[in-house]
């Protein structure tokens, strides 16, 4: 079993920078994938980016490509999501999320993940 505890979500105003952060629980992160995933009202969960088990394997949605960036830290079972020039439109909950694989493979669909974090709110004002 594997705890996801997410943090570092807020009010930003457009063009600022959030940083997430996300801890894993119990000593086999570096065999996990990571990714974030995104909900605002009323739409679906999508990804946002996912990096593979070592963290040669990166995935950003195109949406975000050149504004955030998503790195790990496997000494300390932490994932971060840098998020810059933001946008009104990245106004969502972000949830932090585990796949148990060391594939170099980065998988985008959301059923592809184990573990979840319960959500951190990100809102962006214009």
């Known amino acids: 079993q594997v705890q996801l505890t997410e943090s570092g979500g807020g009010l930003v105003q457009a063009g600022g920078s959030l940083r997430l952060s996300c801890a894993a629980s119990?000593?086999?992160?570096?065999?996990?994938?990571m990714a974030w995933f995104r909900q605002a009202p009323g739409k679906e969960r999508e990804i946002v980016a996912a990096r593979n088990y070592n963290g040669y394997s990166t995935y950003y949605a195109d949406s975000v490509k050149g504004r955030f960036t998503i790195s790990r830290d496997n000494a300390k079972s932490t994932v971060y999501l840098q998020m810059n020039s933001l946008k009104p439109e990245d106004t969502a909950v972000y949830y932090c999320?585990?796949?148990?694989?060391?594939?170099?493979?980065?998988?985008?669909?959301?059923?592809?993940?184990?573990?979840w974090g319960q959500g951190t709110q990100v809102t962006v004002s214009s």
């Open positions: 119990g000593r086999t992160f570096s065999s996990f994938a």
């Open positions: 999320a585990a796949r148990r694989t060391t594939s170099s493979f980065v998988a985008t669909m959301r059923e592809a993940y184990d573990y």
